[in-house]
């Protein structure tokens, strides 16, 4: 098993831009879920799945879109990209929210 | 408003000494907590967890301790090693939702 897959390891965007950063699981776990990391903040979780077509916010949703079309895929959206999304992007998966939680290695984001 | 919080950035052990590393929070609807350890470069991956109607889980070197009324959870790793030297997170769940604390950074010395 692969586990938790996320594309880009790395990314350059300028302002305004959009992207989409992947996120696949081969585990078959409902819930899934996004979060970034910032210095002296924690995680902070973006959105969260539990099930296909079912999405909600997280703490800190603004700026990003998310879709749930299959179990394995949880893509996460940046609409027009701003400086301030700068950030190491994970992507998780789990059996239910409260199950330990399997993380990709992350996404290194910078938005110039 | 942070509902979870590691007061303290950073600690130093010993190797083969226990590591106390500490989790406060704020919402009493918090119903199930779990400790993360992070390496630089990777995603975090999991130690362990305990419900709220427990006060104490073990696994090998891994104990970790809640105080519902103080509304404090702990993370104790006897002994410890030089291998532990990571960040760590606590992290509490409810409706659906997972809020992590800012970490703390463990450095176990030889």
């Known amino acids: 098993n692969a586990g938790v897959t996320q594309t880009p390891k790395f990314q350059v965007l300028k302002t305004g831009q959009s992207m989409t950063l992947q996120c696949a699981q081969d585990?078959?776990?409902?819930?899934m879920s996004w979060y970034r990391q910032d210095p002296g903040m924690g995680l902070r979780l973006i959105h969260y799945?539990?099930?296909?077509?079912?999405?909600d916010q997280g703490e800190v949703p603004n700026g990003y879109n998310v879709s749930r079309s299959t179990t394995e895929d949880f893509p996460l959206r940046l609409l027009s990209a701003a400086p301030s999304q700068t950030s190491v992007y994970f992507c998780?998966?789990?059996?239910?929210?409260?199950?330990?939680?399997?993380f990709g290695p992350g996404t290194r984001l910078t938005v110039l | 408003d942070q509902q979870v919080k590691q007061n303290s950035p950073s600690l130093s052990v010993q190797e083969g000494r226990i590591s106390i590393l500490n989790c406060d929070y704020t919402?009493?609807?918090?119903?199930?907590f779990l400790w993360y350890k992070k390496y630089p470069a990777e995603g975090p991956t999991f130690l362990i967890s305990?419900?709220?109607?427990?006060d104490k889980n073990e696994d090998g070197r891994f104990t970790v301790f809640l105080n519902k009324s103080a509304k404090h959870l702990s993370l104790h790793i006897v002994p410890s090693q030089p291998g532990d030297s990571a960040v760590y997170f606590c992290?509490?769940?409810?409706?659906?939702?997972?809020?992590f604390g800012t970490g703390t950074r463990l450095q176990v010395t030889l």
């Open positions: 919402n009493s609807m918090f119903d199930y």
């Open positions: 305990i419900s709220s109607i427990k």
């Open positions: 585990m078959n776990h409902e819930y």
């Open positions: 799945s539990v099930g296909a077509g079912i999405t």
């Open positions: 992290a509490a769940y409810t409706a659906s939702k997972l809020t």
């Open positions: 998780a998966s789990s059996l239910g929210g409260y199950n330990e939680q399997f």
